[in-house]
């Protein structure tokens, strides 16, 4: 029977995880795991980490995040009123490229628009950039689950609904065990929300540190981040000790009566699929309606400029290296990036910003010198 782990936490949910990725993706490979999630919470920092150290050793990687999502405006910084807290946890999954795009913009928002103490995205921002995400209800701090921890069962299945009307069919009710007794009335809850409204279920464990003897390490890790004493009381700590990477049997034995919600975490692994071409991926350039092409416009800009720089028509040495650096840009597909650069120098002149006349190998360059990107003439310096 196999399991792949949906909902996984390493050290870069910050004085939160305790794993390590080396660590998460060699017991994945020991496991026999086809595939492995990292969800860490609101961010993507160790995305780019994990995919490699995955692909490395043969695990099939699924960049995700648990992101937090505000219960309003994630400006605001006043509680809901109705709320059952300040924010809830929901797990995302890029299926895609569309769908990785889209998570690095709900990471960014969280941080730079929604962040009171932690980054927090809202509603209209996953509706926004929902394409392309495989979504999961989240453990006890979901919003489904708070509900249901409140008795407010109708709430809790009015929150499972409309995110199934966001991500569609991209979207689980997620059912964990970690012996927390609170969690059987969610469960509970949970499944009852899944027959009404014939939502998927699938199974989970909160994946915070790599085995059950980690739990105290973990412990202490979350008294760093709260700056509490293990002796308080009325500090975060975690129920008992199955916050871990548990195997495929050990899951089973955790669900004995829904076998297939196992293949179900299978299922959402085999749908995402985001791979990285590891070459530069540049931003498109407006080109007003006269131009087919970048290559096209920069020409024309590059010639403008070198007639205006040397006059018209061109001396023979503007001329031959005009030539040989455009004939290298259109070869090195990088006549957008060029465009880009002249166009925020113009702009910040016009906004009268200082503008520096060149620095490093730009400084050399004709097609710069035309496009009045730098002010040093190479033919004469």
Sequence with gaps: MQFVHLHTHSEYSLLDGANRIDDLVERAVELGMPALALTDHGNLHGAWEFQEKARARGIKPIIGCEAYVAYGDRRSRRMEEGAPAHNAHLVLLAENRRGYA??????????????????RVDRETLERYSEGIICLSACLAGE????????????????AEWHAGVFRDRYWLELQNHGIPKQDLVNKGI?????????????????????????????????????????????????GEESYFKTADEMAELFPD??????????????????????????????????SDPMQ?????????????????????????????????????????????????VAARERDIPVGPGRGSAAGSIICYALGITDVDPLEF
Aim: proline share 5%; glycine share 8%.
């Design 144 to 159: 489904v689950a708070r509900y249901l921890q409140h008795e407010r069962y109708d709430d809790a299945k009015r929150a």
């Design 191 to 239: 499944i009852e929300i899944s027959e009404e409204l014939g939502l998927p279920l699938v199974v989970t464990n909160d994946a915070h540190y790599m085995r059950r003897e980690d739990a105290d390490a973990h412990d202490t890790l979350l008294c760093i981040g709260t700056g509490k004493d293990k002796a308080d009381r009325d500090r975060l700590r975690f129920h």
């Design 102 to 119: 889209n998570l690095v913009r709900l990471s960014s928002i969280g941080y730079t628009e929604g962040f009171y103490r932690r980054p």
């Design 297 to 345: 416009m920069l020409r024309h800009e590059a010639t403008e400029g070198a007639n205006a720089r040397y006059g018209d028509p061109l001396p023979d040495e503007a001329r031959d290296r005009l030539d040989y650096e455009l004939g290298v840009i259109e070869n090195t597909g990088y006549a957008g990036y060029l465009l880009i650069v002249w166009d925020f120098i």
């Design 258 to 291: 829904l076998p297939g919600l196992l293949a179900e975490t299978v299922k959402i692994a085999e749908r995402c699929d985001v791979k990285f071409d590891k070459q530069y991926q540049l931003p498109g350039f407006p080109l007003p309606d006269r131009f």
